[in-house]
């Protein structure tokens, strides 16, 4: 096992509990970086555009733009790093606190909004144990399902504060990952837990259509394809990445990605048979499903593990990494020098990242510095 993966410690997660809304003035913008847009030198890469938010005590796992309102985005966050609990305490919904009280809450949904003047909160939920995915509803603009240290998922809405609209609790470790199905017609969700299992949620069922087993470590990463109906990948701790066909019984295709840990995939938006996996090697590896006996790319320069991995929204051969490096890495696989671009604007673990459908270029990431940054790369800016 390589030491750059940290894991929240399972004998201090706190029991599943209730959630509810956290008051708006824990959150603060950072000074000079919410007064509309600016542009900021970064370690080694340019940003343009760069707008920054911070969530005081709270550790950012992943972060995902909406699908359906430009500037809307939600950070799936933790207490103590994730490492630690606070044994089941929470504020059940609706409770108010006031500024001095301790926060008893372990993870924290907030939802943000950007505008010209910067970004704000436009709403947050707590849970009793550290929330680690979010993924957007992909046919309600106000739904949302995270993925928790205890095993946990829940479904929240922003025009319902008060708590979550439905927990379901089947995984026996961390759920660690969580994806909403992009394709027409399917309205389905994937879970990935450190129990080494997959499971396939309908969201109006309140209980697991189907589990899928065979990995033989932690699973990391369950990503859908946006292509291929009833299709997803799994990244896991046992060096390798899967393929799933939620029709048919047992994995469908097994690949020896690495060999070390693999973190995160994703699935390339203009090639169904093109994935990208990111591991504790620091590599970033690209895999044809018709040809799996070697990558067809592999990208270096990280120097810690691979946190999460992205392609581009708009660009077939261009793709964002995300490390315990603490910066965020813009390649163009088809270019004989690949990297684009490094963004170094945090000062701990970078672990989520994505890249916005609407607004070409913008990125979000956010990282255990306890901040949420929106911003463009100088190298999405122009023409790749």
Excluded at 215 to 237: D, K, L, N, Q, R
Excluded at 295 to 316: E, I, Q
Excluded at 357 to 384: F, M, S
Aim: proline letters at 5%; one cysteine or more.
């Amino acid at each position: 096992m390589a030491p750059a993966r940290l894991r929240p410690n399972p004998d201090t997660s706190g029991a599943a509990g209730g959630g509810g809304a956290a008051p708006a003035q824990w959150f603060a913008a950072v000074p000079g970086a919410a007064a509309g847009s600016v542009a900021m030198q970064q370690g080694g890469g340019s940003v343009a555009r760069s707008q920054a938010f911070r969530l005081p005590g709270r550790h950012g796992y992943a972060v995902e733009f909406s699908p359906y309102l430009a500037g809307r985005v939600a950070c799936a966050t933790s207490q103590h790093y994730g490492i630690a609990g606070e044994h089941g305490q929470v504020a059940v919904g609706g409770s108010s606190r006031d500024g001095g009280a301790e926060d008893e809450g372990c993870g924290t949904l907030a939802v943000l909004e950007q505008n010209e003047t910067g970004i704000g909160l436009l709403r947050s939920f707590d849970w009793s144990d550290g929330l680690f995915d979010v993924t957007w509803s992909e046919n309600n603009e106000h739904v949302l399902v995270t993925s928790s240290g205890d095993g946990s998922l829940q479904i929240w809405d922003t025009a319902n504060p008060t708590g979550p609209l439905q927990v379901y609790k089947e995984h026996t470790q961390e759920a660690y990952s969580v994806d909403w199905s992009q394709t027409r017609g399917e309205h389905l969700v994937v879970s990935g837990s450190w129990d080494q299992t997959a499971k396939l949620w309908d969201p109006a069922v309140g209980k697991s259509l189907c589990t899928f087993k065979g990995h033989e470590g932690v699973i990391y990463s369950t990503i859908w394809s946006p292509h291929i109906p009833g299709c997803f990948a799994s990244a896991s701790g046992d060096q390798t990445l899967r393929v799933w066909d939620v029709k048919t019984p047992g994995v469908k295709v097994v690949i020896p990605a690495h060999q070390a840990e693999i973190l995160s995939c994703d699935w390339c938006k203009y090639d169904e048979n093109l994935l990208v996996t990111g591991a504790v090697d620091c590599s970033l590896k690209g895999w044809d499903l018709r040809n799996v006996r070697h990558p067809v790319f592999n990208l270096f320069g990280h120097t810690y593990a691979v946190r999460r991995v992205k392609f581009s929204p708009f660009h077939s051969t261009l793709l964002a990494s995300c490390s315990y490096d603490f910066t965020v890495r813009f390649w163009d696989f088809s270019k004989p020098n690949p990297l684009l671009e490094i963004v170094e604007h945090h000062t701990e673990f970078t672990c989520g990242l994505d890249l916005s459908l609407h607004n070409r270029g913008q990125v979000a990431d956010c990282a255990w510095d306890e901040t949420v940054k929106i911003y463009t790369p100088l190298c999405l800016t122009v023409p790749v």
